[in-house]
C-alpha cells in the first residue's frame, strides 16, 4: 500500500505489525551495539572522574609556583580550567555522539520505510532553497542540520530537516569580552509544494506584539508589505507581509486561514511560521525539543516508546498537510 | 510666542500626515479598483474558449451557456469607473451562473475526462480566486477610505479637501456565499 494513499488514521494503526516484523529484529542487534557504546561511555566517565582531581591538583600547583614569579597568573589557570572541562565533556560525550549517528542512521530510513520512498539523511539542511530568501530565520552565522528526509505523501513533495541555527555575539564572562555562539532558531524546517501557483512572496510570522518592530528588522522584510486581513483571529495570532496585497489573499483564503490556526493550536511548538515562496511553502517549527530521537544510549532499544514517538513525530508533519488541504486542488 | 509657533507647527504636522494618509487610502482604493479589474478581464477571455468546449458536450445546458455569454457582454460593456455598483452586480451575476455552469459540468463525465477542458476549469477556478483575493483586498481598501472619511479628525481634513467615499463594496450575493464544490470536477 502507498503511503500517499493512507490518512492519517490508517498510519498509525498499520504501524504496529511493521514494527513487530521489520524494526525490532534489527533493534535486537542494534541493542548490542547500545551496550557497547555505553560500556564506553561509563568508562569514559570513570576515566574523567579519576582525571579530574589529579589535573586539578596539578594546575593549582602550577599556578601557585607561578604566581609567585608573575602576577597574572590566574588568567592561564582559568583557561587550563575551562579547556579542562571542554576536554572531559568532549571525552564522555563522544560515546554518546557515536552511538546517536550509528543508531540514527539505521533506525530513522527503517521507520521511514514504512511511508514508502522516503530517503533519510543524518546531519544535512535543506539546500534546494536559500533560506535567507524565506525570511523566516533572522540573522545567523553557523547552520546545522540533524534529521532530514525527503519524499512524496499525497502526491505532495516534503522535504523536512531538523535545523539549528546561530549567531556569534560578543558576551562578557567575568568582566572578560569573548564570542559565543547563541541559538537563533530550533526546530523542524518543512518545505511543502503548493496547490497554487503564484509568483511573489508572502511571509506569516508569529504577532509577537510590540516585538514585531525587531523581528521585522532580523528577517529583512524589505519589499514587503504589511497585509491586514479580515480575520480577527489569525490576526491577532499572526503578522502577514507579502509583496503583492492580491496574492496574499489568494493563498490566504479564509478556509486556508482557519487551517493555519488549526495548525498552530495542532502544534505544542514555541512559534509556527510560514513563507510561501516559488510555488513552494516552507514552515518553520519552532522548539525546543530535540525530534526524531527514536533510540537513547540510556534506553534499551527494546523499548518501543522511543521508535513510536520519533514515528507519531514523523507522522504529525505529514499531518500538514492534511490540515492545510494541500493534497487537493479545491482552489480554498 | 515660541509655544504658539510650535503648537501652530505640530498642528501644521498632523494636518500634512492626516491630508497624506488620505490621500494614499484613495489610491490605494483606486489601485486595488483596478486590481479588480483586470482580473474580470482575464475572465471575460476565458468564457469564450470554455463555453465553446463546452457546446460539445452540454447540449443540454444550452440556455444556461447563452446566459453567461450574454451576461459576459453586458458586464463588458459597462466601465468599472462610471458605474462600479452596476459591474459588481453584473460580475456576480456572472458568477452565479459560472457556479451553476461548474454544477451542471458534473453531469456531463465525458467532458470532465477531457484533459482541455480540465484545463480550461481549473483556469476558471484559477481567476475567480484571484477575483475573490481582489475583491477582498478592494473591501479592506474601502473600509480604510470609509474610516478616514467618517471619524474625526481625518474626517475634517477630507471635508476640507473634498475627498468622499464614492466607491461600493463588493458584495457577494448571497447565491454565490454558498460554497461550491469545485474539487468534485476534477475527481
Request: aromatic share 12%; hydrophobic share 45%.
Amino acid at each position: 500500500m502507498q503511503s500517499e494513499n493512507r490518512n492519517i488514521d490508517e498510519l498509525k494503526s498499520g504501524f504496529e505489525t511493521f514494527y513487530q516484523s521489520r524494526i525490532l529484529p534489527i533493534m535486537q542487534d542494534m541493542e548490542k551495539v547500545r551496550q557497547k557504546y555505553l560500556r564506553y561511555f561509563i568508562l569514559a566517565c570513570c576515566l574523567a572522574i579519576v582525571a579530574i582531581p589529579l589535573l586539578m591538583c596539578g594546575i593549582f600547583y602550577f599556578q601557585l609556583g607561578a604566581s609567585i614569579a608573575e602576577q597574572n597568573s590566574s588568567s592561564f589557570a582559568d583557561s587550563a580550567i575551562y579547556g579542562l572541562v571542554v576536554l572531559i565533556i568532549t571525552i564522555c560525550a563522544t560515546p554518546i555522539a557515536l552511538y546517536k549517528k550509528k543508531s540514527k542512521s539505521k533506525i530513522m530510513p527503517l521507520i521511514l520505510q514504512y511511508f514508502e520512498g522516503f530517503n533519510y539523511q543524518y546531519k544535512k539542511t535543506i539546500s534546494s532553497v536559500n533560506i535567507n530568501d524565506t525570511r523566516l530565520i533572522g540573522f545567523y552565522d553557523g547552520r546545522e542540520g540533524d534529521d532530514y528526509f525527503e519524499g512524496v505523501y499525497k502526491n505532495v513533495p516534503i522535504k523536512v530537516s531538523e535545523e539549528k541555527f546561530t549567531q556569534r555575539k560578543l558576551v562578557y564572562r567575568n568582566n572578560k569580552p569573548h564570542y559565543e555562539n547563541v541559538e537563533v532558531f530550533h526546530g523542524v524546517l518543512i518545505l511543502l509544494d503548493m496547490n497554487k501557483n503564484f509568483s511573489g512572496q508572502t511571509v506569516v510570522l508569529q504577532d509577537k506584539g510590540f516585538l514585531n518592530v525587531f523581528s521585522k528588522v532580523s528577517r529583512d522584510l524589505k519589499g514587503l508589505s504589511n497585509v491586514k486581513l479580515e480575520d480577527s483571529v489569525f490576526e491577532k495570532e499572526f503578522e502577514v507581509f507579502a509583496s503583492d496585497q492580491v496574492e496574499a489573499r489568494y493563498l490566504l483564503t479564509t478556509a486556508f486561514m482557519e487551517r493555519m490556526l488549526k495548525l498552530r493550536a495542532a502544534y505544542h511548538a514555541d512559534s509556527v511560521e510560514f513563507s510561501f515562496l516559488n510555488n513552494q511553502l516552507f514552515i518553520a517549527l519552532k522548539t525546543k525539543e530535540n525530534m526524531f530521537e527514536a533510540t537513547s544510549i540510556f534506553k534499551s532499544c527494546l523499548d518501543k516508546k522511543m521508535v513510536e514517538e520519533a514515528f507519531m513525530q514523523i507522522v504529525s508533519i505529514f499531518a500538514i498537510i492534511d490540515i492545510l488541504s494541500l493534497d487537493k486542488r479545491i482552489g480554498l | 510666542m515660541t509655544a504658539l509657533w510650535i503648537t501652530l507647527a505640530v498642528v501644521a504636522g498632523i494636518f500634512y500626515l492626516l491630508y497624506v494618509s488620505l490621500i494614499q487610502k484613495r489610491n490605494r482604493l483606486k489601485e486595488s479598483a483596478s486590481g479588480i479589474d483586470v482580473q474580470l478581464k482575464k475572465r471575460y477571455d476565458l468564457i469564450p474558449n470554455l463555453m465553446t468546449m463546452a457546446a460539445k458536450y452540454m447540449e443540454h445546458e444550452k440556455s444556461l451557456m447563452e446566459e453567461i455569454t450574454k451576461l459576459r457582454s453586458e458586464a463588458m460593456k459597462v466601465d468599472f469607473n462610471v458605474d462600479p455598483s452596476k459591474k459588481f452586480e453584473l460580475d456576480n451575476l456572472l458568477s452565479q451562473r459560472l457556479n451553476d455552469f461548474k454544477l451542471s459540468a458534473e453531469n456531463y463525465p465525458d467532458m470532465k475526462s477531457n484533459q482541455t477542458m480540465l484545463n480550461a476549469m481549473e483556469s476558471l477556478n484559477a481567476v475567480e480566486e484571484h477575483i475573490a483575493a481582489a475583491r477582498r483586498f478592494y473591501n479592506s481598501n474601502v473600509t480604510a477610505l470609509k474610516n478616514a472619511v467618517e471619524i474625526f479628525p481625518s474626517s475634517l481634513i477630507a471635508k476640507m479637501i473634498g475627498i468622499k467615499l464614492d466607491m461600493p463594496y463588493f458584495e457577494a450575493e448571497e447565491a454565490a456565499k454558498k460554497s461550491v464544490n469545485a474539487a468534485e470536477f476534477f475527481k
